[in-house]
């Protein structure tokens, strides 16, 4: 079966750096993205990795290995904001989306 | 501003009371998707178009339908809605292709007494 495994729940501190890790187990691989999305909202779209390697986009980047099936979502200078949860979703060989559970991010001051 | 709009952002039914969500797009989009969101889980997809083509997911259950009259405007039925029916329902569009992301609404809340 298809499989996308992120931790559940995380806790960080305001101002430092957090990496979110993603691995998958999919029929095919047709890109990864990340969405963010906070209690009670819509998930927002925060980045796509298809190729091997680090995506930088502000304070957020997103890395991709395909050989190892994993991705991981870095969060520098984390703000208060910053507390959401953050989805996982590869696209497999049919260009279907499957979805990790999230990963709840607790930022503490 | 292009946007993904559900309605309502809020729904309270009553055990097998049918119900219909919906969703508007002025993004014209190919693509509209309808997930099911509970806690803690995977957000499950339950249908999606691509224009009028209707796909149905293989475990959605039957209690469950969609209609989408025209390209902005997309419906989700719950005919009799159960306890475990009780969920956040998400509408997303896309442009279709690989690499393009997923447009969410904020989601209907679904509360089943």
């Known amino acids: 079966g298809q499989n996308i495994d992120q931790p559940t729940e995380m806790t960080a501190t305001e101002g430092a750096i957090v990496q979110i890790n993603c691995t998958y187990q999919?029929?095919?691989?047709?890109?990864l993205f990340w969405y963010q999305q906070h209690a009670g909202e819509a998930p927002t779209f925060l980045s796509y990795?298809?190729l091997d390697g680090l995506e930088e986009k502000g304070r957020f980047s997103s890395f991709l290995s395909r050989s190892k099936g994993y991705s991981y979502l870095l969060l520098k200078e984390l703000q208060m904001k910053d507390s959401a949860s953050y989805l996982c979703?590869?696209?497999?060989?049919?260009?279907?989306?499957?979805w990790g559970a999230g990963t709840k991010l607790i930022i503490k001051p | 501003d292009a946007m993904v709009i559900q309605n309502p952002r809020y729904q309270v039914t009553q055990f097998g009371k049918p119900v219909t969500l919906s969703c508007s797009q002025t993004?014209?989009?190919?693509?509209m998707y309808w997930y099911q969101q509970k806690s803690s889980q995977a957000q499950k997809l339950l249908f999606h178009?691509?224009?009028?083509?209707?796909?149905n997911e293989a475990d959605t259950p039957d209690n469950f339908q969609s209609r989408r009259p025209n390209t902005s405007f997309c419906f989700l039925d719950i005919r009799s809605p159960g306890l475990g029916d009780a969920a956040m329902y998400l509408c997303?569009?896309?442009?279709?292709?690989?690499?393009?992301?997923?447009?969410f609404g904020n989601g209907t809340r679904l509360t089943v007494t």
């Open positions: 999919t029929s095919g691989f047709n890109g």
């Open positions: 979703a590869v696209k497999d060989s049919n260009y279907q989306l499957i």
């Open positions: 178009y691509y224009d009028k083509d209707f796909n």
């Open positions: 997303a569009t896309s442009p279709g292709g690989t690499s393009s992301p997923l447009h």
């Open positions: 990795n298809v």
């Open positions: 993004l014209n989009h190919n693509v």
